[in-house]
C-alpha cells in the first residue's frame, strides 16, 4: 500500500487509495488550496494560530470537501505531546470547524460512522488507522515525545481493547512529517526512543555529520510501534514526503516556528453503503 499525493476541487492531499480503505474517506492535509493570507498561506486548519476564523473555516470546508469527510462532524483535541487516545462519540462534534478541540489528548478512536476525527501537525507525524472488519477508526499525533511514548500503539491498543479490533485487521497511514533528513536532535531524543523500544530503536538512529547529534526517522519509528502491536508490515502505508523539505508544500515547525498554518489528518467511517 503507498500513500499518494491527489487533488480534488483544486485542493490537493495525501491518502492511501488501495481498495481496502473505501469504507474510510481519509486525507492529510498540504498548505494549499485554501483562503488564508500569509503566514498561513493558504490551507490554514489551525484554529489558534492567529488567523481569521471565517478563514479557517472555509479551508475546512475545501479541504473535507475534497478528501470526502464531513465538516460538520469534526472531533478535535487539544494536543499536547502526550499518549493519551480518546473514544468519542457524535456527543464531542464540533459545530464550528473553527473552533479549537479542548480535551487534551493526542489520539482519537471511535466506532461512530459519519464522525470525523481530526489531528494537526506541522512537521510532528500523523497517523490513521483503520478497521474496516470491525469498523473503527483512530487517528493520532506523533511529535517525537509522543512517537517516544507510544502513542501509535495507544491507538491500536485502544482499538483492540476498547473496541475488540483484531491488529491482523488493521490497516495504517502514516502521513507526510518530518523526515530523517532534516530532523536532526541532540541525544536526549535517541535516548528516549531506546529507553522506550531498545534494539527495536536502533535502524531509525544514526549519528549526523554534526557532533554529538543524530538524524531520526521518526516515521519509520512509529512504523516499527505499528508492527510491535501485531500489525501486518503490509498493512501499513508509509508517505515518503517531508514537511521541512519541501516548504512550498507545508508547513514546517522547525524551519518556520510558531509563523505558519497547520496541517490536519482526518478519518471517518462512511455512513452509506458501500457500492
Ligand atoms: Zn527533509
Known sequence: MDIIRQERHGVPFYSCNHPAWLGAPHGFSTRLGGVSPAPWDSLNLGANRGDDPANVRENFTRFCAAIGTDVHALVKNHQVHSRQVRPVTRSHVCLDPAAPGVFEADGLVTDVPGVCLTIFSGDCIPILLY?????????????????????????????????????????????????????????????????????????????????????????????????????????????????????????????????????????????????
Open 131 to 275: 478497521d474496516p472488519v470491525r469498523r473503527c477508526v483512530a487517528a493520532a499525533h506523533a511529535g517525537w515525545r509522543g512517537t517516544a511514548a507510544g502513542i501509535a500503539a495507544q491507538a491500536v491498543e485502544a482499538m483492540v481493547h476498547g473496541y475488540g479490533c483484531n491488529p491482523g485487521h488493521i490497516l495504517a497511514a502514516i502521513g507526510p512529517g518530518i523526515g530523517p533528513c532534516c530532523f536532526e536532535t541532540h541525544a536526549d531524543v535517541p535516548d528516549a526512543l531506546q529507553a522506550a523500544l531498545g534494539q527495536d530503536s536502533v535502524p531509525f538512529i544514526r549519528p549526523s555529520a554534526a557532533e554529538g547529534k543524530f538524524q531520526v526517522d521518526l516515521k519509520g519509528v512509529n512504523r516499527r510501534w505499528l508492527e510491535r502491536s501485531g500489525l501486518s508490515p503490509h498493512h501499513i502505508a508509509v508517505s515518503s514526503a517531508c514537511t521541512a523539505c519541501q516548504l512550498d508544500e507545508f508547513w514546517s515547525h522547525r524551519i518556520q516556528g510558531g509563523q505558519r498554518g497547520s496541517m490536519a489528518a482526518m478519518i471517518q467511517l462512511s455512513t452509506g453503503e458501500l457500492s
